[in-house]
């Protein structure tokens, strides 16, 4: 049984340009979140979609976007890169009752 | 605003003896805790959970206390292993709120 898979594992960036990563959640699961995590530091959430709705939003700015689609995959997007976007992005998906979040192994991001 | 808080950033273990990882809590809404566990380049793998309504959860060799009053919770590991040397994040969430909130992350190695 496949995990919550994410791509690309890596990624090199110029500042400015923009940046798509995609998550597969675990079959069944419905709910996706996107945490940002910078070394150092424990992720801090993003993004929640359920159901294809955006549930919950953190503290980041506008520049950050996401979306869920009808076979409950998920993008995140990140407009206009600055140096310290440079992170760790984790997907995490849970099941319809929302418990019990599973992380894919993430995608490190580096803007240069 | 940092509503987990994890004011270890290391700790290390003989093999064989325990480890006691400790996490604050400042949101008095939080009412389901969390521990992950992270290697590096991959994500973070569930550990272990707890309810408000308990005060202690056990699986195998990991225990986790809670202590509403102080708002402070812990995660004991006996008898601690090499393999457990990783990152430790203590993690919460409340109310309709599914997000988590993590703390910064505590290291742990495990010494032969």
């Known amino acids: 049984d496949a995990g919550v898979t994410q791509s690309p594992t890596h990624l090199i960036k110029t500042r400015g340009q923009h940046v798509t990563l995609r998550c597969s959640p675990i079959s069944g699961h419905k709910s996706v979140s996107w945490y940002q995590q910078v070394l150092g530091q424990g992720p801090q959430f993003i993004f929640q979609y359920y159901e294809k709705e955006e549930r919950g939003r953190g503290n980041f700015p506008d520049r950050f976007s996401a979306r869920q689609f009808p076979n409950y995959s998920s993008e995140l997007n990140v407009n206009a890169l600055l140096l310290g976007d440079s992170a760790l992005y984790l997907c995490a998906s849970s099941p319809p009752d929302l418990g019990g979040y599973t992380f894919g192994s993430g995608t490190r991001l580096t803007v240069v | 605003d940092q509503q987990v808080k994890q004011n270890s950033p290391s700790l290390s273990v003989q093999e064989g003896r325990i480890s006691i990882l400790n996490c604050d809590y400042t949101n008095s809404m939080f009412d389901y805790f969390l521990w992950y566990k992270k290697y590096p380049a991959e994500g973070p793998t569930f550990l272990i959970s707890i309810s408000s309504i308990k005060d202690k959860n056990e699986d195998g060799r990991f225990t986790v206390f809670l202590n509403k009053s102080a708002k402070h919770l812990s995660l004991h590991i006996v008898p601690s292993q090499p393999g457990d040397s990783a990152v430790y994040f203590c993690?919460?969430?409340?109310?309709?709120?599914?997000?988590?909130?993590f703390g910064a992350g505590t290291t742990v190695t495990v010494r032969a």
């Open positions: 993690a919460a969430s409340g109310g309709n709120d599914y997000k988590l909130s």
